[in-house]
Each structure stands twice: as C-alpha cells, then as structure tokens.
C-alpha cells in the first residue's frame, strides 16, 4: 500500500491552477513552493494519496475557488478547505487566534477517517502549530518547513531601522516565533531549502536539534521557465513595459517579488537612482504583484509603493523605471527571457531570503543574478556560478555590485550558460521529491510496506 501524506498551509490563496502569486504578502514563493511539491509527490508511484489542507475563505473580492471545500490538483491529489475564523481574507498575522478551530476539526477529521496518513507535513509557522497539535494528538510523525522564520526576519528588520514595538505590532512576530518553537518542538524532522538556514536560522531556536534537520533544495517547473521563447512573447513584453521606457531595449535590471518590506526595492531604486553609470546603460523593471487600486493594498504593500513613487520622483527616473500594474503569471517566463535577450541582469536586493524560488526561474531562463548574500542564493550561486552577491544593507556595495555585473559581456555569457546548466543539474522538483521520500523512508525506518505510524511511537511534546 503506497504512503497517505496530509500538508498543511494555512494563509495566502492557493488553488489547482493560475496561482495569483504576488497579489498580497501572504501569496507567493510558499504557495508555489507547496502546490508544485504536492503535484510531484501525487505523480510518484510510492504515493496513494497527498492532501493539502488549507482555509476555506468566503469573501466577494476572491474568486469563488478559495470558497470550495474540495478541488482536485490531480488523481491522488486534493486540496481540502477548512473553515477558520472569519469567513473573510485575512492576512496571515491576523490568522493567530482562530488556529485551534481548525485544530479540532482537524482532528475530528481524521478520527472519522479509515486510515491515519503516514506523515503531517507542515509549511511555516501557522501551519506548523496545527500540524505539532494534531500530529501528538494523533501520534502521527510530523515533519515541519519554515519557509521563513520569525527569529531571522525579526533580527533583519531591527537591524533595517525598525522597532520592537512596531514588528510586534505589524507582524504579531512573538506569537510567530513560539509557533516555530512548539512546532520544533515536536517534528520528527525538519526539512530546509538551505544548509545556512538549518546552521544560523533555524539554529536560534530553543527547540531546534540540528539532527532533526535535512537540506533539500526546492525544484523549478523546467517545462515553463526555460530559454524556448514563444512566438511574439518578446513584442508581447515589449508592449508591457512601453508605456514606462524610453529606450525599452537597454539592458534591464529586474526584480520580482511581493511588494514586501523584507524584500527591500527601495534600496535598490535608490542604488540605480544615484548611479549615473547605470541610468545611463539600464533600465529598472520592477514586477511588484499585481494592483488594481493602490487603496486596496495591504498596509505593508501601500508603505512600499509609497517608498518607490517618492524615490522614482527623488530621482527623476520617469522613462527608466518600468512598475506595472498587472501581469499574469504567464508572462514571469516571458519577462525573464526578454530581459535575458537583452543582456540584463536579475535583482534580488532583499533583506533576507531563505531560498528565493526566483533566482531559479531567472537561471532557467538564461538570466544572470545579483542578490543578497543570504540563505538560498549563496547557495545557488555556489552551484549555478551564474552572477554576483552583495551585502543588500549598504547601498555603496548594492550600486558598485550592479554597476560590475553589467560591465562585462563575456562574463554575462558565461554566467548566462552555466545559470542554465546549474538549474538542470541541481534544481528539479523530480530529484526533490525522490530525497524527500527516501529521506523519510530512512529517517523513519520505514520499509517500503510499513506505514510510518506502525513505526512512531506516540512521540509529542504537548503544546506548551
Ligand atoms: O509579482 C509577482 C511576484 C512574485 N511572483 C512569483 O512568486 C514567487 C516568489 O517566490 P520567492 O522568490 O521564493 O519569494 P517569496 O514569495 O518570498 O517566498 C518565500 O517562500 C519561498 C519558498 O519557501 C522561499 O523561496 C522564499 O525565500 C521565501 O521568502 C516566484 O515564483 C515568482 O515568480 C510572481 O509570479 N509575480
Ligand atoms: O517571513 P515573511 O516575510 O512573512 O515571508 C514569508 C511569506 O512569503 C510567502 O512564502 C509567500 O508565499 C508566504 O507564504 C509567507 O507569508
């Protein structure tokens, strides 16, 4: 009988299809990340069933997907929506207090079912509350992802300039953190994108025991981030960006990323904007979500824009500087091969990223990076070789970095192709998957019959 895996992912919008990754802070990285796991583990042969629990959201701004108790992803695979809370969107912050009704549903759930699933694998804090709860409930091995921990963002955004008070008030970041311990607290296992988040991140947490954790780096979608244009797609960008640039063909310097205070784009327009040398050879193309109404913005989305406006007017950088409103997630592959075909660059300027499932999809497709030297991207430029790193928190480093990157046409080539190569190589979610499962094979003595719970004694350590 093959493995019943349950996941659980708590906050953001996710569906089978057309993620609307960027259109908040909670909708990115994780809930790609998640969906694309899940979709590998459903098509191996070792797996009979993979659920993905998730919250039932009711409101009128969504599309009516988020509202549906059950949606298939693929044969043996569901994602399954519990109400919690309100029937509104919340973000993630707010998500705190309603999590042990969704614990005891859980629960019911699962007594009510035939079989018990082999493993509960969390993603990030909220989850991992559930999943640590339900998992000693039931004594069923739990394994645990942070994604992002609380410890690391907190000590990033106090050395940015903010303060106790405001992270605890705008992240609820203590009730995060406490989350993450208990759910340390009782994994069986602790799965990491990098070896720097299991040694310097998840290594400030009381609970964390270093044997507990094993580094399996996420995979990228090879099918649709690749350097096979479509036809018109290069004229189809074009005409995105046309209403911002005046010389539209310069070598674009692009990010994309949430529109998020960690990921720190006003540093690097204010790098770009006082640099005559990369005003002059590029262009600033900066993919932000998608925004209908700068009024419906989260809080934390609105701050960040209104940072960018200010700095675009600072420095008079209207022509340069491209911010579109929309875009579908169609257009990331088509964008990254335009600006590869243009000899530009990747930017990731970001405060802290523990992977960065973004400098994969720009390798694939033949772009060269510069990003933080932080978490994932030491890493995969340790394997890809494909750019630069720099210290995201001084603006000289950001600006000589980038103003180096683009001087040099061999070494762009060079970095383009090996970027390609690396991504094959290292970084698809097939080889993931096969780690992922005879890790845990290993890790729970589990021969290929055996179910892991026959295998688990009642381990949990109660909630504290
Ligand atoms: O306007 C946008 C903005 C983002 N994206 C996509 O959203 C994803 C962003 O992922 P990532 O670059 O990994 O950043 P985060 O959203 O911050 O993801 C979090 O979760 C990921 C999975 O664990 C980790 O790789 C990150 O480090 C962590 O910060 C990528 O696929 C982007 O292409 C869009 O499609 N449109
Ligand atoms: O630590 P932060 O800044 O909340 O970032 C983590 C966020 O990024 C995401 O991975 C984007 O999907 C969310 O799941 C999560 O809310």
Known sequence: MGLKLLHLHLHGLIRSHDLELGRDSDTGGQTLYVLELVKELAASLEVDQVDLVTRLIQDRRLASDYS?????????????????????????????????????????????AKTLPDWIHAHYADAGYVGALVSSRLGIPFVFTGHSLGRE?????????????????????????????????????????????????????????????????????????????????????????????????????????????????????EAFGRSPLLRQKHNLVLILGTRTDMKLLDKQQKDVFQQIFELVDKYQLYGQVAYPKFHRRDQIAPIYRWASKLEGLFVNPALTEPFGLTLLEAAACGLPMAATDDGGPKDILSSC???????????????????????????????SSRGIDGIKKYYSWNSH??????????????????????????SGIRAS
């Open 385 to 415: 070789r494909n750019g630069l790193l720099f210290d995201a928190t001084d603006l000289d480093v950001l600006q000589n970095t980038l103003e180096l990157a683009g001087s040099n046409k061999k070494l762009w080539q060079q970095w």
């Open 68 to 112: 549906r108790p059950r949606e298939r992803i693929a044969p043996s695979a569901n994602i399954i929506r519990i109400p919690f809370g309100p029937k509104r969107y919340l973000r993630k912050e707010l998500l705190w207090p309603y999590l042990d009704q969704l614990v005891d549903q859980l629960i019911d759930q699962l007594k009510q």
């Open 153 to 269: 963002k907190k000590r990033r955004l106090l050395e940015s300039g903010m303060d106790h008070l405001q992270i605890e008030n705008t992240y609820s970041i203590s009730r995060r953190i406490g989350a993450e311990e208990l759910a340390l607290a009782n994994a069986n296992l602790v799965v990491t994108s990098t070896f720097q988040e299991a040694n310097e991140q998840y290594s400030r947490y009381k609970n964390f025991v270093s044997k507990q954790a094993k580094t399996i780096p996420p995979g990228v979608d090879l099918r649709r981030f690749n350097t096979i244009s479509k036809p018109n797609e290069f004229e189809e960008v074009q005409d995105l960006f046309a209403p911002f640039l005046r010389k539209p063909n310069l070598p674009p310097l692009l990010a994309i990323s949430r529109a998020v205070r960690r990921k720190n784009i006003p540093a690097l327009i």
């Open 433 to 458: 998957v096969s780690k992922y499962l005879s890790l845990m094979k290993n890790q729970f003595n589990l021969s290929s019959t055996q179910s892991l719970a026959q295998v688990i004694p009642l």
